[in-house]
C-alpha cells in the first residue's frame, strides 16, 4: 500500500508540473475524438505552501481531451457543459469539475514537526472560461468533498497568449486565490495539540485571499508532434496565510516555482 508521504509527493509534483505546463495551452478548434499531450517534466517546487525551502521532482505530464466536451488536466477532470458565444466574441464554457488536492507531510520540512499531516483530498466544483483574442480568465470553485476541515477555494485568473514567431508562444497570467475559514486552520493554523506537540504557538487563521501571483509559461515546438516547455511562477501569501507562524517566521510568504519539460502532441 502506498503511504501517505508518497502519495502526497506524487500529486504535488504532478499538480505543479502539468499546471506549470499546460495552463498556457489554447485550443481555440481543438479536433474530435480524444487528443492531447503526454511527457515529462523536471519541477522545482516550495517544500510546503510557505516554505523557504525548495524540492524538486521528476514526473509525468498529461493532458487528455475528448472534442471540446471533456478534459483531464492539472490533476483535474472536467466537462464543457455550457458553451456559448456573445456578440462581441466572447466565448464562454463552464462546467463541474474534480481535482486532486495537496496534502502535507509533516516530514516535509523541520517547520512542519508535531503539526501532523494532511492528507490528500478530493474536490469536486465547477468552473467558468472567457475566450477572446488570446486573452482567457476564469474562475474555479472547489469544495473539498473527502476531508471535511479542508473548506473550499475560489480561484481568478486572468492570462495573455503571445506567439512570437511560428514555434515560440509564450503566456503570461495573473491569478488570486480565496480560501475558507477551514481551508486556512488546516494548511495555516495550529491548534493547541499542535501547539504543544511542535512548540509554535496557537494562531488561528480566517477566511480570505490567501495568494497572488504572476506566471510567465513558454512552448518551443521542435517538431510537428514534440515540443519543449518552461515556466516561471511566482506569487505572494497574503493576509492570515501570510501571518501564519509557519510563513511568517518559519518559511516565507514569497513562493517561486519553476518546470521544464517535453511532450509529444497527438
Excluded: C
Excluded at 43 to 57: D, L
Excluded at 105 to 120: E, M
Aim: hydrophobic share 40%.
Amino acid at each position: 500500500m502506498i503511504s501517505g508521504k508518497v502519495t502526497n509527493a506524487i500529486v504535488a509534483g504532478m499538480i505543479s508540473a502539468t499546471s506549470l505546463a499546460v495552463a498556457g495551452e489554447d485550443m481555440p478548434d481543438p479536433p474530435a475524438g480524444l487528443h492531447g499531450s503526454i511527457g515529462m517534466g523536471v519541477a522545482v517546487i516550495p517544500e510546503y505552501e510557505g516554505s523557504k525551502g525548495s524540492k524538486t521532482r521528476v514526473m509525468p505530464n498529461i493532458n487528455l481531451y475528448y472534442g471540446d466536451s471533456l478534459f483531464f488536466t492539472r490533476m483535474t477532470a472536467g466537462a464543457n457543459l455550457l458553451h456559448y458565444k456573445t456578440e462581441q466574441g466572447v466565448s464562454i464554457t463552464a462546467g463541474p469539475l474534480l481535482a486532486l488536492r495537496r496534502g502535507r507531510n509533516q516530514d516535509d520540512n523541520t517547520a512542519l514537526n508535531g503539526l501532523g499531516d494532511i492528507s490528500t483530498g478530493l474536490d469536486a466544483g465547477g468552473f467558468v472560461r472567457f475566450r477572446k483574442q488570446g486573452w482567457q480568465a476564469s474562475v474555479d470553485v472547489r469544495q473539498n468533498i473527502t476531508n471535511s476541515n479542508q473548506g473550499a477555494t475560489v480561484k481568478l485568473s486572468v492570462g495573455h497568449g503571445i506567439p512570437l514567431g511560428q514555434n515560440l508562444k509564450l503566456r503570461a497570467n495573473l491569478e488570486t486565490t480565496w480560501a475558507s475559514t477551514d481551508y486556512m486552520k488546516t494548511f495555516f493554523g495550529i491548534d493547541a495539540l499542535q501547539s504543544a506537540q511542535s512548540g509554535i504557538a496557537q494562531y488561528t487563521a480566517g477566511s480570505g485571499f490567501k495568494d497572488a501571483g504572476v506566471s510567465v509559461m513558454a512552448d518551443y515546438a521542435i517538431t510537428r508532434d514534440w515540443s519543449g516547455f518552461a515556466t516561471l511562477r511566482y506569487k505572494q501569501l497574503l493576509g492570515g496565510a501570510a501571518d501564519s507562524p509557519i510563513v511568517a517566521s518559519l518559511g516565507s510568504k514569497d513562493q517561486v516555482s519553476a518546470g521544464i519539460g517535453i511532450k509529444y502532441h497527438f
